[in-house]
């Protein structure tokens, strides 16, 4: 049920935020007898079974099943002006942020030219009631596909503004309400009137900590390596969410993977339990 006060026309009006659906699930665990651990793991030896965690503090930890769920940070630009309008007009999800009332009907900016950046602004300009969306390319020419930069070009609520590049980003301390660009080519500065920018230079996969101990591609996403499972190139290894995910990247994608990999964890346990001695800890299913 929503929770009271929110409501419009008489219907229920809320969202759940990835943020609290989080901590929902870990509530959820907790209620089933869940030991949780809040640190950081440094490294892994994968190297077994059992397999041994170091913790930044505290006693290693082994385990005969580990589930890999550290996520993905989306790549920004660095700025102190950025850093300060995080949810406050600064955002690099789009599909995540793009409706909520601080963006809607006013102009906006999607920084990149990869086919992500295209897909971000068209997904804002398709929004009801959407106001101008800038396409900000530091260069002049995109990295998209072809159909994708087609796509950006033609759209009628689309702007693409070449050789340019965020030097700031304005505000009243409280919301985003402009950029300071600046020209790559001739190096002149301007300012744009925009309620909000959001970022779509990519995403980096939280792995460096694993040092290699499993199969990953050129970007560092972690590798299935069989179709339709979580398992990762090592038994009883598996990745959930966006660790393992660099096109859906949505925390209810990251949710069903999570649930995906905690029964490919217990099943591993179920068919290895001589080797184990994981079949005295499972409790009685009758």
């Known amino acids: 049920m929503a929770p009271e006060g929110h409501e419009k026309d008489g219907q229920p009006h809320y969202a759940v935020q990835g943020v609290e659906l989080m901590e929902l699930m870990k509530q959820q665990a907790l209620n089933f007898g869940t030991r949780v651990v809040s640190d950081d793991i440094e490294r892994v030896d994968f190297s077994g079974p059992p397999h041994t965690l170091y913790p930044a503090s505290g006693e290693p930890v082994q385990a005969h099943t580990v589930i890999i769920a550290t996520g993905a940070r989306a790549n920004y630009l660095g700025l102190p002006s950025e850093e300060l309008y995080k949810n406050k007009g600064v955002s690099a999800c789009a599909v995540c942020d793009g409706a909520l009332p601080v963006y809607r009907s006013k102009p906006l900016a999607v920084v990149g030219g990869g086919d992500s950046a295209v897909e971000e602004a068209t997904y804002l300009a398709n929004l009801k009631g959407a106001d101008k969306i800038y396409l900000?390319?530091?260069?002049?020419?995109?990295?998209a596909s072809k159909v994708m930069q087609d796509r950006a070009i033609n759209h009628p609520n689309i702007e693409i503004l070449w050789n340019t590049v965020v030097e700031e980003v304005l505000g009243d301390e409280k919301l985003v309400n402009g950029l300071r660009l600046k020209d790559t080519v001739d190096g002149s500065t301007r300012e744009l009137k925009v309620g909000g920018m959001f970022v779509a230079i990519g995403h980096t996969p939280n792995t460096s900590f694993l040092d290699g101990a499993v199969e990953m591609n050129n970007e560092g996403y972690i590798q299935w390596t069989k179709a339709f499972r979580t398992n990762t190139s090592v038994n009883g290894v598996f990745a959930a969410g966006d660790v393992a995910d660099d096109y859906y990247r949505q925390a209810i994608t990251s949710a069903g993977t999570g649930c995906m990999a905690a029964l490919d964890a217990e099943r591993f346990l179920v068919e290895h339990e001589e080797t184990t001695g994981t079949s005295e800890a499972r409790p009685s299913l009758t």
């Not at 900000?136 to 990295?143: A, E, G, I, P, S």
């Open 136 to 143: 900000l390319v530091r260069r002049d020419q995109m990295r």
